[in-house]
């Protein structure tokens, strides 16, 4: 069986909801073809994941954020290959472009996978996570998108196949001018450590504390959304059910009443850990790990044992 993976790049390198997607594929077929535009010297480390074959598309890497084209490059690579399943990270690009390559395909279309699948049988997580709902694609080629730390990818010393071709130009309707990304932090989606805290902060001028414990873990700082409505912390930094849904192996609420909307975009994090001076906080109901206490006594407290245990 043969599958294409589409991986995303950043400045010439590769984000890691691209290796988890390799070698994602790599486990579904054998025969794992990779496509990536933009010819850097870091592809080869694509073949440490699983990739047999490496399609690289001769064109600028702004070209990805053209989803008229991409969606061209993938569909027509996929045909050419003769693609059972199509596969891409579920990020901004990968939803935005999946709907597309399926349409070209006349294929079926999973967004937001988080499991192996069995067979043609795909599973995603519903209602915040309270729910495993199995979608079986009853069409010849299926386009899936994948979510974030589903996998765990395991680098190996294997190489791949390498070959580069142009891709035919298209004039699209939309010219992107430019794109403004938030750079030196992990992406929530991607990270799988993070640092949230709520109005509990009292006010923006407080939340040292809060990067403080994020610089000792080497976490991703998060916020709830009345912290971003009110403009103590970036939109970009909003987690939750209106905001980025994310799947960490640790977040740790702090000074967060746990409301539902918010426990919608976390709940599917591996281990969560809730600190509320509020006995009856939701979020204590959905933890793992709670701490009852006055939040500007304990997080100082815990980014000093955090320092102390790493040195």
Known sequence: MSLLVFVETANKNYKKTAFEAVYFGSKLSEDCHVLTVGNHDNIPTLGQYGAKHIHVANADEAAQSDNQWLSKVIADKASELDAETVVLAHTA??????GRVAI???AATVTGVAGMPEGKNFQKQLFGGKAIATYTSLA???VMTLMGNTVKPEASEAGAEITVFTPEALSPAVKVVSVNKVEGTVPLPEAELVVSAGRGMKGPENWSIIEELAD???ATTACSRPVADTGWRPHHEHVGQTGIAIR????IAIGISGAIQHL???NNSKVIVVINKDPEAPFFKAADYGVLGDL???VPRLTEAVRNFKS
């Open 93 to 98: 690009i990968g939803r935005a472009v999946a």
């Open 104 to 106: 070209r395909l006349k």
């Open 140 to 142: 010849s080629t299926t």
């Open 216 to 218: 000792a873990l080497g």
């Open 248 to 251: 960490p192996n640790l977040y």
């Open 264 to 266: 919608a975009g976390v």
């Open 296 to 298: 500007f006594d304990v």
